[in-house]
């Protein structure tokens, strides 16, 4: 250790508070200096830092592969550094491993130097960038190439694999080029490489100049499905917005995260929509905004922008309700009021005054208040420096005329029901009347504020096209003509009423009745998505009736919404049917399936036989649905049968189905086998973090043995899941375990498995179990009532 060429008096590090103090010889002048740091790192075995990854090839031949994932705080693993994203900094790397293996990182390579066995890769040195986004992978590894306005971009991949990356290289080809003509800023590095990694870590790491991805994000093989090939283009567009929004411009501190995060996601979501359109992209993201309104209508949410201390609470800003979802939900809402044009304004003007350095939430604010003459700051606050969101209150008055005039005020929507007084946020209403007008864009600032909208007789909405990011309750006789009309609404207005009208059931504000008059009156042309709203509301329906005197009735009731349309849809998808048609169908499979409907049972067994005689008589997307029917009613020779299935295959989508259907046996032996093959040796070791998913999957039909399964094997469950394993814990089991084991439990296990401070997350897991429990009673009361 070496200050400007001179020996130091002391380098001392503490490991536990992760850092190093050098004390100088002499105090330094003021003015430039130089560290130098000879030292000797390790190699994890975990992802966090560089690591090693085993992984057994197509082949079944055992390799390994080294890869890196730095944030938010690993980079120190590496190498001593300023390891906080506003100390950005240059960086040039050297690595010498075998010769016979490639090297990747964030710049091209300078030079390559064979000596013997070995290889020393010298990288050019990058721009100024923060420690979180250096990257390094080296291994048996293979490209293919394309080139994109001068930027030369490649997918790496296990050799052999590489052939599987096309599809990703052309979406890569694809998002580059209109994510330059969005910035209005060329991409900055001369290349581009994305690096499949054979497991490790879920989904991508968006590494300046060499995006990581969990091979499953990033390859697709004949065995893909449809849903691998929408992650596949959606991660990317995602992780390659990160090359502008936190790689070319960095949140100071993890406060920010959000910035980065919502950004990326909401970018994406964009993109995706508008490369494929056939895939109803944003119709679909309403179930990402619903999963996020879910966990802030909690007492325990958090807002957006948290304050971050240290490195165990950057670890957990990256939440994906609030941080991802509600975030992009924020963000499309806050564009559609202020529209595209002058968004896309700002976001070019935001990139070039902060390029290559760091910028907070106010900068991305006064970028769009320039640009569109509004205070942004202040409409923004109440949707990111608090938690919650509003829930809007109708009250319509009609004059003797029939037109129709509203009375407007809010309050913060909670589950649990609980008024609280205070919070209020400065509302971007979409208001439509009449079935099909056009939305009108309405500021909703003050209780009480009155406004005109169309006649008494219209069906109306407040949130047009399901854009918004908050609730609405109309009075009982506008319910009631929307109702009336819903069959005529348009579908994104449809969607945000069964979204609204479910919501207030669950949190006691409506009664159950009047979300089944939607249900009853929805006419026969639903898009997917207000299906899948509808399919996910009578599934917790059912669920919370297992075991319970009414639920034979349900289930036979829930069976008679589904039915006909599944009837309408059959089995077999026609030529370029929608991806969104496609899932609904196998929702529909899936959920009839579940609740018993003998023909769908009997058809799936029929699809079974075929395909253990061919593979390819079902297609990879309907494999998982028809396998967890047949599995769910399997005899012991047909879960044998399931069983050899998943030990043979070499593919991992395929794998993954083979082991997640076994996991949905209802017969309780043949669980208690599942049980030991989730723990087993069966499962590869690049996909260790793959069996706390199988032991969460056992859980709906198994509480008891999922939940000893669980608790007894925690720590090498959650040791694969580095980032996220306390948050799983404090956060994941209780939602998994709130059933069939007692709260308190749950509670002293998580109190004991997780760190003290993070109480608001125990909190928060604790809540929503508790929830769930209280919801149950409801439900379970008001359906008999509904079906008496
Ligand atoms: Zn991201």
Not at 594 to 609: K, L, S
Request: hydrophobic share 40%.
């Amino acid at each position: 250790m070496r200050f400007d060429g001179k020996p130091v008096r002391s380098v001392v590090s503490d490991n536990d508070r992760e850092l190093t103090t050098v004390t100088l010889a002499v105090p330094a002048t003021v003015g430039r200096h130089t560290l130098s740091f000879a030292y000797r790192g390790r190699i994890e075995k975990v992802p966090a830092g560089l690591f090693a990854q085993d992984y057994r090839d197509r082949q079944g031949v055992a390799g390994i592969l080294l890869s890196s994932i730095m944030e938010p705080t690993d980079a120190r693993r590496m190498f001593p550094c300023w390891d906080e994203p506003a100390f950005r900094a240059t960086f040039k790397l050297q690595a010498t491993v075998r010769a016979d293996w490639g090297s990747v990182s964030n710049m091209p390579v300078e030079r390559r130097v064979v000596h013997g066995s070995l290889a020393t890769t010298t990288f050019r040195r990058s721009p100024r960038m923060p420690s979180y986004l250096v990257e390094y992978s080296a291994g048996h590894l293979a490209h293919i190439s394309a080139t994109s306005r001068g930027t030369h971009l490649s997918v790496w991949a296990v050799r052999g694999q590489e052939s599987h990356g096309n599809t990703a290289l052309a979406d890569a080809r694809q998002i580059l080029s209109d994510y330059n003509e969005y910035f209005d800023y060329p991409f900055p590095l001369p290349k581009l490489d994305s690096i499949a990694v054979p497991g490790g870590f879920p989904g991508g790491m968006e590494n300046w100049g060499a995006i990581t991805y969990d091979e499953r994000a990033l390859l697709l093989t004949p065995a893909s499905t449809l849903a691998d090939r929408q992650h596949v283009f959606s991660i990317q567009a995602h992780e390659v917005a990160h090359q502008w929004n936190g790689d070319l411009v960095t949140m100071g501190w993890w406060d920010d995260i959000w910035l980065n995060e919502s950004f990326a996601s909401w970018m994406a979501a964009k993109e995706t929509a508008q490369r494929h359109p056939q895939w109803h992209w944003w119709l679909s993201q309403d179930a990402n905004k619903e999963s996020a309104m879910a966990a802030d209508s909690r007492t325990s949410s958090h807002p957006i922008q948290q304050h971050v201390t240290d490195e165990l609470q950057a670890n957990n800003a990256f939440d994906a309700d609030i941080t991802y979802r509600k975030g992009q939900a924020f963000l499309r809402m806050l564009e559609t009021s202020l529209g595209e044009d002058t968004f896309r304004t700002a976001m070019r003007r935001f990139m070039k005054r902060h390029a290559y350095s760091n910028a907070t939430t106010a900068d991305l604010w006064n970028a769009l208040s320039e640009a569109s003459g509004r205070d942004v700051g202040a409409l923004a606050a109440g949707w990111t420096e608090q938690p919650g969101f509003p829930l809007v209150n109708v009250e319509a008055r009609c004059d003797a005329s029939g037109a129709r005039s509203l009375s407007l005020s809010q309050a913060r929507f909670l589950l649990s029901g609980t008024a609280v007084p205070g919070p209020r946020w400065t509302v971007p209403l979409q208001v439509r009347s009449g079935a099909r007008g056009s939305a009108q864009g309405l500021m909703l600032l003050q209780d009480g504020q009155n406004v005109a909208a169309g006649r008494c007789d219209e069906a109306l909405s407040l949130n047009a096209d399901a854009v918004g990011y908050y609730r609405v309750k109309y009075d009982p006789a506008t319910l009631a003509v929307n109702t009336k009309q819903f069959a005529r609404l348009g579908d994104g207005d449809r969607i945000a009423l069964l979204d609204d009208q479910w919501a207030l059931v669950e949190s006691g504000a409506s009664p159950l009745a009047s979300y089944l008059a939607l249900v009853a009156a929805m006419g026969t042309d639903l898009v997917p998505r207000a299906w899948e709203q509808i399919s996910t509301a009578l599934e917790t329906i059912e669920y919370a009736e297992r075991g319970m005197g009414g639920h034979e009735a349900f289930a036979t009731y829930a069976r008679s919404i589904l039915r006909p349309e599944f009837d309408r849809l059959g089995w077999n998808a026609g030529l370029d049917e929608p991806a969104d048609v496609q899932q609904l169908r196998r929702a529909l499979i899936r959920d009839l399936g579940t609740w018993g409907d003998q023909g769908v049972i009997d058809g799936a067994r029929r699809r079974f036989t075929s395909f253990a005689a061919d593979h390819r008589s079902i297609g990879p997307d309907d494999q998982p649905v028809i396998l967890s029917v047949v599995a769910r009613y399997a005899d012991a020779s047909t879960f044998q049968q399931l069983h050899e299935l998943a030990r043979m295959t070499r593919d991992q989508s395929e794998r993954t189905r083979f082991f997640s259907a076994l996991m949905q046996v209802r017969d309780p032996e043949l669980a208690t086998q599942a049980a030991r093959i989730a723990l087993s040796d069966d499962i590869p070791p690049q996909v260790d973090s793959m069996r706390l998913s199988l032991v969460f999957e056992l859980a709906p039909d198994h509480q008891q043995l999922a939940w000893l399964t669980f608790s007894q094997n925690s720590r090498a469950l959650l040791k694969p899941h580095v980032l996220y394993g306390p948050l799983i814990a404090a956060q994941d089991m209780p939602r998994n375990f709130w059933s069939g084991v007692p709260l308190a439990e749950l509670e002293s296990w998580v109190r004991s498995h997780v760190p003290a401070e993070m109480a608001t997350d125990i909190e928060r897991g604790m809540e929503a179990a508790q929830f769930k429990l209280a919801e149950k009673a409801t439900l379970v009361r008001e359906a008999d009532a509904y079906l008496h």
